[in-house]
């Protein structure tokens, strides 16, 4: 690549603290860095697309969110056939979205959580017995906040089960004043951490629910 500063293109449709944060150090470092914009992803010919041939212009393409798996796996293949790697595209991992499989790592490595378990039927004595009257359900393969609900009563989780796209889901115990942080990793390295905050209206952490993220120093180990 013949630019005179690092270029760094950023495949998102959630500009959030995160990516200002990195925009930021971006520009502290001299580092060149520009959200790609997309009105829709072409699939036909997409290896001659415009889409495509501009990402060609970056030397590294970074993706945070918004595309298919099999879309980011094929962006991959191309830009490496052009030398360009795309950070992050490995969206195979099992446990991406996958809130289970997400819950047994963190027990694996004893990472703090929520009391956890998978009730198979809607049952709420069986859930209720375990994690307390009020608890959380969540899907099992799930973003951004969707179907996760807090759940006080048998009747509403009666209601719940009517009305869920269905699939798995993980049941936890409610937590009303858990500190809840993610942490941005580089291989086995931790290198950024933020606390997730809920607003005022809603016991959901997430962005797209209301809440926010905090750029903190966590009381945990991050290497």
Known sequence: MNHSNYTIGVLTNVFGPSMQDMAQVCAENEVVFEVIKRNYTPITDLKNSEYVKKMLDYDAIYYRTGLRDTIIQELARLLQAAGIPLINADTKHPGTHRKIA???????????????????????DKAA??????????????????????????????EFAANCAGGGYLYQELLEDAQEYRIYTLGDKGVATYKKVPSQEDFRANLHAGGSM???EPEMETE
């Open 102 to 124: 997400q819950a047994i790592i963190a027990d694996r490595y004893n990472i703090k959580q929520p009391k956890s378990i998978v009730v198979g039927d809607f049952n709420y």
């Open 214 to 216: 905090l750029p903190t």
């Open 129 to 158: 017995g375990v994690l307390g009257s009020s608890f959380v359900v969540k899907p099992d393969n799930g973003s951004k906040g969707n179907e996760v609900v807090k759940i006080n009563s048998e009747s509403e989780l009666t």
